[in-house]
């Protein structure tokens, strides 16, 4: 169902929004400071995009979920309370953001086939945005 599926994307989108933000805090090494920029402008765009989601599933007469708890039982991506080294935090972030896009994929069908084409529209440009995300992340951890 449409607004399940634009759930799960709004929590998926939090759940790698928050990942990014723990390893902006944690990252170390000879290279930090690229990292936490990187991972600060990351962090930025997601959180962005959750507001934008949660008001989508508001615009379908749903309420949104709010508490990280709630997200998280919506969400497959895992919390992680390790701190791996960069390069893992970032094949991480990857595998993630490829689950993100799974879930957009998703509401995008559901959303194309129930019509409502300008939330369409939102989630083909949020998938766009993850193409880039994953382009920089495979491009870090190659
Ligand atoms: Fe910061």
């Given at each position: 169902m449409l607004v399940d599926d634009l759930k799960r994307v709004q929590a998926d989108t939090f759940a790698l929004y928050a990942k990014a933000h723990y390893?902006?805090?944690?990252?170390?090494?000879?290279?930090?400071a690229q990292y936490h920029e990187f991972l600060g402008k990351l962090y930025d765009e997601?959180?962005?995009?959750?507001?934008?989601?949660a008001e989508e599933v508001r615009a379908l007469d749903?309420?949104?979920?709010?508490?990280?708890r709630m997200l998280m039982d919506l969400t497959k991506i895992k919390d992680d309370n390790t701190v791996p080294n960069a390069l893992e935090m970032m094949r991480r972030l990857l595998a993630d953001n490829e689950v993100v896009m799974e879930g957009?994929?998703?509401a995008y069908m559901s959303a194309d086939?129930?019509?409502?084409?300008?939330l369409a529209n939102?989630?083909?440009?949020?998938?766009?945005?993850?193409k880039k995300h994953a382009w920089m992340l495979r491009s870090i951890v190659r």
């Open positions: 390893y902006h805090w944690n990252v170390e090494g000879p290279d930090f997601l959180f962005d995009a959750v507001d934008v989601l749903a309420y949104a979920p709010a508490a990280h957009l994929v998703q086939a129930a019509g409502e084409l300008g939102l989630l083909q440009d949020r998938l766009d945005v993850h």
